[in-house]
């Protein structure tokens, strides 16, 4: 497992399997595997249709199970080092560097590409955060906030992809526990709770 699968791959599981665990075949090297098999089969419906669906497990879940059970259209998700230059975005830390971006859509692949910058993520202000300290966000906190940006635009022509990746992000800050972000660049900017989109 390369380290870049494995940073994307906690930020799912922080995101999504966590509360839900998951009894995992010990087969080997096919361990790891089949520990992410879950996300594709079991969470959507199974592979005889009768497990939980994907969308049910928790908001956030349900914000992106769209992405995920889509056959004609998708997300890739990549790790970049930070200082290099994705999409115009400088990745690396806040408030000089991007944490993470979303491309837009690749109408030839039909993806939006999502980047994670490999290192400290810095903070945001602490007025874009609910406590009023500067706030910090974990890869989970970077991934949601990116795919609701992508499910933005992979589903929603975009209208109001800002406030989607904040309402995404905030889904995940309240399952841990941690402050919520009160807008996108700028407090209030966005509606910040509630339906996602
Ligand atoms: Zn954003």
């Given at each position: 497992m390369s380290l870049q699968f494995k940073a994307t791959f906690s930020a799912l599981r922080q995101m999504f399997l966590c509360r839900f665990p998951i009894r995992v075949p010990q087969i080997g090297r096919k361990k790891r595997k089949q520990f992410c098999q879950p996300l594709s089969e079991r969470f959507v419906g199974g592979p005889d249709g009768k497990g939980a669906s994907f969308n049910s497990l928790n908001s956030v879940a349900n914000k992106v199970g769209d992405i995920i059970?889509?056959?004609d259209r998708g997300v890739n998700i990549q790790m970049a080092s930070p200082g290099s230059v994705v999409d115009g975005d400088q990745m690396g830390a806040l408030p000089m560097g991007a944490p993470s971006t979303s491309s837009g859509f690749n109408f030839q692949t039909q993806t939006v590409t999502i980047?994670?910058?490999?290192g400290p993520a810095g903070t945001l202000p602490g007025s874009l955060s609910s406590d009023g300290q500067p706030l910090h966000s974990?890869?989970?906190d970077l991934l949601s906030h990116e795919l609701g940006h992508a499910d933005s635009t992979l589903f929603h022509g975009a209208e109001d992809s800002n406030g989607d990746a904040v309402r995404t992000e905030n889904g995940t800050r309240k399952m841990e526990g941690e402050p919520t972000r009160e807008g996108h660049?700028?407090?209030g900017d966005v509606q910040v709770n509630g339906t996602p989109f």
């Open positions: 059970q889509a056959t980047t994670l910058s490999d974990t890869p989970a660049k700028q407090p």
